[in-house]
T-cell receptor, first 114, second 113 residues
Framework: GAGVSQSPSNKVTEKGKDVELRCDPI?????LYWYRQSLGQGLEFLIY????????KSGLPSDRFSAERTGGSVSTLTIQRTQQEDSAVYLC????????????FGSGTRLTVV | KQEVTQIPAALSVPEGENLVLNCSFT??????LQWFRQDPGKGLTSLLL?????REQTSGRLNASLDKSSGRSTLYIAASQPGDSATYLC????????????FGQGTRLTINP
């Protein structure tokens, strides 16, 4: 597609439930990122996928968080046993190699855990 | 470790004024710097991308400059409008760890009619 598409745009879930957030990247953009932005905070890196390489998971805050990218395209971020502190906007971003390219972000998923 | 700082944290000006937002970074070893706009509760919209070899980029009423050696970038907005109200973020793509953008905390801009 022409841009990065994220779904759902908003998600309200009960504490303890699992949620899945989806990112449809730009076709041909090999690098995909997930960031989190908590209320009033900056952007926090979560995970990075590049082609067929092993993902960089160094930003995942706990083992309740996981992500996968199927066929080098769509990515899903899963949060298990959600907690109130997981409430945030989750943003997906794409870029291309080489490093002269900029990043394109999706519109985000606003997750509220009640 | 690369750190990005944006000053001021918030800015409120009357419509029509020209204004400058500042971004500084601690490590000049970068591939590029990107300015984004974020409306409340929304994603990031890319405004300007400046490569490390460039000094400035322009798009409409926006002009971004880059002084890599001093670790500074500015975003100049001419003839500000209420629709420019948003949070403006700068981010650098470091050569070390190029896969992770490093963001500033943003400047929250309000243009008063």
């Amino acid at each position: 597609g022409a841009g990065v598409s994220q779904s759902p745009s908003n998600k309200v879930t009960e504490k303890g439930k699992d949620v899945e957030l989806r990112c449809d990247p730009i076709s041909g953009h090999t690098a995909l990122y997930w960031y989190r932005q908590s209320l009033g905070q900056g952007l926090e890196f979560l995970i990075y996928f590049q082609g067929n390489s092993a993902p960089d998971k160094s930003g995942l805050p706990s083992d309740r968080f996981s992500a996968e990218r199927t066929g080098g395209s769509v990515s899903t971020l899963t949060i298990q046993r959600t907690q109130q502190e997981d409430s945030a906007v989750y943003l997906c971003a794409n870029t291309q190699a080489p490093t002269t390219y900029g990043y394109t972000f999706g519109s985000g998923t606003r997750l509220t855990v009640v | 470790k690369q750190e990005v700082t944006q000053i001021p944290a918030a800015l409120s000006v009357p419509e029509g004024e020209n204004l400058v937002l500042n971004c500084s970074f601690t490590d000049s070893a970068i591939y590029n710097l990107q300015w984004f706009r974020q409306d409340p509760g929304k994603g990031l919209t890319s405004l300007l991308l400046i490569q490390s070899s460039q000094r400035e980029q322009t798009s409409g009423r926006l002009n971004a400059s880059l002084d890599k050696s001093s670790g500074r970038s500015t975003l100049y907005i001419a003839a500000s409008q209420p629709g420019d109200s948003a949070t403006y973020l700068c981010a650098v793509r470091p050569i070390q760890g190029a896969q992770k953008l490093v963001f500033g905390q943003g400047t929250r801009l309000t243009i008063n009619p």
